[in-house]
């Protein structure tokens, strides 16, 4: 594989890598830690609802083997896209770590939304999306298949803010850097 760097300047694959598969990372244990309190409501939502896995039969580790498989293409997606917001283009670049760090805004936003649908859920008895979209009227299902469903919805519009917060917050290090280089007092806000 040639340089990064010689397509892009200052950057590396080592880089990209550690943003990438950090964020992915991270994504994956958001994803474990959130199976873990899910599968023990309603166990059926991963043990009937799901495709089998085998050699599992603990409820911890499967809860963790279902968010590998479910966290590979939004966490790698997540990670190429806060790459480019976070370091690539003419502005001051994030560290990886930075970036990295910052999904854990992302995860507090979605497990907040999803925590507030399932008392809603678990209180009323109701489910909040279509029939369709739940397996069966349990209320352990309904519960389990509305916090899920909130959280890949929220989960996809918090990282959408997360991206254009990384972006902004470049932009006005930028502005606080050139307002630095002219000794005036910088007027930028981050997100």
């Given amino acids: 594989m040639s340089s990064f760097n010689s397509?892009?300047?200052?950057?590396?694959?080592?880089?990209?890598?550690?943003?990438?598969?950090?964020?992915?990372?991270?994504?994956?244990?958001?994803?474990?830690?959130?199976?873990?309190?899910l599968i023990r409501i309603a166990p059926e939502h991963f043990t009937v609802w799901h495709y089998k896995m085998?050699?599992?039969?603990?409820?911890?580790m499967l809860g963790i083997a279902y968010a590998f498989a479910?966290?590979?293409?939004?966490?790698?997606?997540?990670?190429?896209?806060?790459?480019?917001?976070?370091?690539?283009?003419?502005r001051p670049k994030l560290t990886p770590t930075?970036?990295?760090?910052?999904?854990?805004?992302?995860?507090?936003?979605?497990?907040?939304?999803?925590g507030i649908v399932g008392v809603i859920v678990?209180?009323?008895?109701?489910?909040?999306?279509?029939?369709?979209?739940?397996?069966?009227?349990?209320?352990g299902l309904l519960i389990t298949q509305s916090i899920q469903i909130t959280a890949y919805l929220t989960g996809a519009m918090f990282s959408c803010i997360l991206i254009a917060c990384t972006w902004q917050k470049r932009r006005s290090l930028t502005e606080k850097g050139v307002a630095e280089a002219r000794n005036e007092p910088s007027d930028c806000t981050q997100c």
């Fill in 98 to 114: 930075q970036i990295i760090l910052s999904t854990a805004w992302v995860w507090v936003a979605v497990e907040v939304s999803a």
């Fill in 70 to 90: 479910a966290s590979i293409s939004p966490g790698v997606m997540l990670g190429v896209f806060l790459y480019i917001a976070g370091r690539l283009f003419n």
């Fill in 54 to 60: 085998p050699f599992f039969t603990s409820y911890t």
């Fill in 7 to 37: 397509q892009v300047s200052g950057e590396s694959w080592t880089t990209f890598s550690k943003v990438v598969i950090g964020v992915w990372l991270a994504v994956w244990l958001y994803a474990a830690l959130h199976n873990q309190y």
């Fill in 122 to 139: 678990w209180r009323t008895g109701k489910s909040l999306y279509p029939d369709c979209v739940y397996p069966d009227d349990s209320l």
